[in-house]
């Protein structure tokens, strides 16, 4: 293990970035984002960001290809927003977490070579939690934030920085910083993690083996009938994948693109045949089941949630992930 | 692409058929001359004119839209240009308080019998607009290309 | 303040005035309160509360409950009250299927204020009036409540009750408030510093349209920015001129029938100061066309769908930004 004094993070932060792009998370605490790490920017006093890491690999919004017609011939351009090397510096142990989830989804055939350019370009730098939110529960998903993966784990205390190269990309990465000595992180306390009021999630029910069972619950209606059918909570989760592909029509050419979608939202999978899940419930339904028992019957059992808890603080009206599985999770047999 | 070209801008006008749409063809029958570079919508009264085809007038690469229509009281229908009045009032000022130029936007009132005037206003607009250089701030760059 | 609005609740649930209730729901944290219909004396006296952090406009949810069958039964805060009258205004609310009980407040309270304040540990926060009681991992302290109030609470433009058929806590009266310091320190501003200063709020946005789901003004059936057929439908805004015109054009429609309750910049996941652009309306129909307020009364005609002969001409705009 390595370490670097806190007192020379900039100095750290120049160097890498003196090699390729590198992000991290700063600003004020309600706006916190990864952002091109630029001379003087601080780290934000934020747990974590509004927006996960999750943009850096599969943005809101990118270019898939364009097309011009010229008579009756279609031209096809390649229109790909480049990619280039890049580290990101901060990541959490619970987003770190939803590329596992996330590369089980693009990576698998067919696969998504968009996503996957941008996965080989990056390197990870995990930053490990010392003091949680109450909205955290990602040890409820069996993560530890003391611990967090990824190419680089990073432990901070006052005075120190401390870096493990997990992999063979972060060992080159740590390789290239010269300010770097080794040093051992002292023992992480974990008392704190104990104490974090949403850590025993009932989840025992989740999974494959309930889904008709679930799916009809009754109490769904109750859930949703609040929800106002926003895309906030979506668009915030780290494990959120659902994306659709529209095009731009220029005057001149056609922009294919695709942009993040909502299951939320009505026109949500809109076919020719009308909307699949006419009405709220239906698409609140979706979304929990597809976190807490679609993505895990499929997927030995992981579920589609890291337990973050952006969509706790995210939505207009407080409804979320942790109340819905507390509804089933303990009334359904 | 042309280099060291003058900058000639885009002009939208959207003109009201009553009177204006009427007020630019007499400009045309007089022989007075206007640019080329304005583009006529003709729109069936001024208040038809929903904020948002300004918007995209702009995002299709234009570097000014303007607004002709009856002169209040003059309306075909009556009233509606004392309601476009309205709305072009607010959403000006809206555009304005976003720090878009308040010169890319205009409303006058032609009517049909003002040859001379639709010429005029359009020579001054172009003027004013061709100073101001190219839309930048409302441009959507997807359309530039 | 709660217990009067549930014996309340209760009391009208047993006499048949209504046959369900719309409140709020207890969360898992004392803040994270849901508005949620009740429907027996069980379910109020389990999850029923009524708090500082009761910020939801209750108004948008009888837009779709007024039209079910039966009556309920509504508790609205003064600002719900604004946004309750210009609905039925716009006959977007069946008046005769709700029995409404205004509630008075003290302004709602923002959790991140609190924690800004220094107040760490936060597990409750009670008391009626100027002063709460926080309490926190270390004890209770006592705080007062304008100090960590909403943005929108702080310059509150009325706490009258309107067109309630009761009242909980005493009407109360239109305010005088500051509310229109904000937009005039933006008017005095160049244009560049304008531009910038909002291509920084709007360049967060990540159209999650929370803004205009939560909208009381936003009722429309099917938004043309839903709408495939309008040629403007996007479901991201892929660069900043769809951040403009998102935020433009919804402003511009809800212009005139904006009540001011802010629930758009409450909701804001990126905390973009939404409300601006529509205060920016209301001060400038308040200047230009005689003061008026949305929802304040149930007969003027709203300031877009009026006009007077001798009204300003556009370039007013002009001139008056000229003189800045």
């Known amino acids: ?333 | 692409m042309q280099v060291n070209q003058e900058f000639k801008p885009t002009i939208v006008a959207f003109c009201c058929n009553w009177c204006s749409y009427a007020g630019a063809d007499l400009s045309g029958t007089n022989r007075l001359q206007y640019p080329a570079n304005v583009k006529i919508i003709r729109i069936p009264c001024s208040c038809r004119l929903n904020p948002m085809f300004i918007l995209r007038a702009f995002q299709r690469g234009a570097d000014g839209v303007i607004l002709c229509g009856c002169h209040p009281g003059d309306c075909h229908y009556t009233t509606g240009n004392y309601y476009a009045r309205r709305r072009m009032t607010l959403l000006f000022s809206m555009l304005d308080f976003l720090g878009i130029e308040r010169e890319r936007t205009r409303v006058e009132w032609v009517s049909a019998a003002e040859g001379a005037k639709f010429a005029a206003t359009m020579n001054e607009f172009v003027e004013t607009v061709t100073k101001l250089g190219e839309n930048k701030r409302l441009e959507d760059l997807r359309c530039k290309s | 303040m709660q217990e009067l609005i549930k014996a309340k609740a209760v009391e009208l649930l047993e006499n048949g005035v209504c046959d369900r209730v719309l409140g709020w729901k207890a969360g898992e944290f004392f803040y994270d309160v849901t508005p949620a219909v009740f429907r027996s004396r069980e379910e109020i006296e389990k999850d029923f509360v009524f708090g500082p952090f009761c910020g939801a406009n209750m108004s948008k949810y009888l837009i779709a409950e007024s039209r079910k069958e039966g009556k309920i039964a509504a508790f609205l805060k003064p600002c719900d009250t604004y946004s309750f009258q210009q609905l039925q205004k716009e006959h977007r609310i069946r008046r005769e299927n709700v029995y409404a009980v205004g509630v008075q407040c003290e302004g709602m309270c923002d959790i991140d204020a609190m924690k800004a304040a220094g107040i760490k540990g936060i597990l409750g926060a009670d008391g009626d009036g100027g002063t709460l009681t926080v309490h926190t991992l270390y004890g209770d302290k006592s705080v007062e409540r304008k100090t960590v109030l909403a943005e929108r609470c702080k310059c509150c433009k009325s706490k009258k009750l309107l067109g309630c058929d009761e009242i909980i806590g005493g009407q109360g009266e239109e305010l005088e408030s500051n509310r229109f310091a904000q937009v005039e320190k933006l008017e005095a501003m160049t244009p560049d510093e304008r531009f910038a200063f909002w291509r920084g709020e709007l360049s967060r946005c990540i159209r999650c349209n929370a803004c205009r789901n939560v909208c009381p003004a936003c009722s429309c059936e099917k938004c043309v920015f839903d709408n495939p057929a309008s040629g403007v439908e996007n479901k991201a805004a892929a660069n900043s001129f769809e951040e403009n015109l998102f935020h433009v054009i919804r402003a511009f429609h809800v212009a005139g029938r904006c009540t001011d309750c802010g629930e758009c910049s409450r909701v804001c996941p990126q905390h973009i100061p939404l409300h601006l652009l529509n205060r920016k309306f209301i001060k400038d129909i308040n200047e230009l066309y005689g003061d008026y307020q949305a929802g304040a009364d149930m007969d003027t005609r709203p300031p877009l769908v009026n006009f007077q002969t001798d009204d300003p001409e556009p370039s007013v705009v002009h001139e008056r930004g000229s003189e800045q």
């Open chain 1, 1 to 333: 293990m390595k370490k670097c004094p806190v007192s020379q993070l900039d100095a750290l932060f120049a160097s890498v970035a003196a090699r390729q792009k590198l992000y991290i998370p700063a600003g004020e605490a309600k706006t916190a984002a990864f952002q091109p790490w630029q001379e003087g920017m601080k780290l934000t006093d934020a747990l974590n960001t509004v927006r996960s890491a999750k943009d850096l690999f599969f943005p809101q919004v990118e270019n898939l290809v364009n097309f011009k017609v010229t008579g009756k011939q279609i031209e096809i351009i390649e229109n790909r927003d480049p990619s280039e090397p890049f580290v990101v510096f901060g990541v959490r142990a619970c987003d770190c977490r939803s590329f596992d989830i996330l590369d089980k989804v693009f990576l698998c055939d067919p696969v998504d070579t968009y996503y996957k350019t941008r996965r080989e370009n990056g390197v990870i730098m995990t930053l490990a939690c010392t003091e949680p939110e109450e909205t955290c529960f990602c040890t409820a998903f069996g993560i530890d934030p003391t611990d967090p993966a990824g190419d680089v784990s990073c432990w901070m205390d006052g005075e120190n920085l401390y870096l493990r190269a997990n992999t063979e990309k972060g060992e080159t990465l740590l390789s290239e910083l010269p300010m770097l000595s080794d040093g051992d992180a002292p023992a992480a306390d974990k008392t704190v993690f104990d104490r974090l009021p949403l850590k025993n999630l009932p989840l025992d029910k989740f999974g494959g083996e309930h889904m008709m069972e679930l799916f009809k619950y009754e109490k769904w209606a109750g859930l949703a009938e609040s929800c106002l059918g926003c895309g906030a909570c979506t668009f915030v989760c780290p494990t959120c994948q659902c994306y659709d592909i529209r095009e731009f029509n220029t005057g001149d050419e056609i922009k294919r693109f695709r942009c993040w979608d909502s299951c939320m939202y009505s026109d949500f999978t809109l076919m020719s045949a009308g909307q699949p899940r006419p009405t709220q419930l239906e698409r609140f339904r979706q979304r929990f089941m597809h976190k807490l028992v679609y993505y895990p019957s499929t997927h030995d059992g992981e579920f589609g949630c890291v337990g973050c808890g952006r969509c706790l603080q995210k939505c207009p009206i407080s409804m979320n992930i942790v109340k819905v599985a507390k509804t089933l999770g303990e009334e359904t047999t």
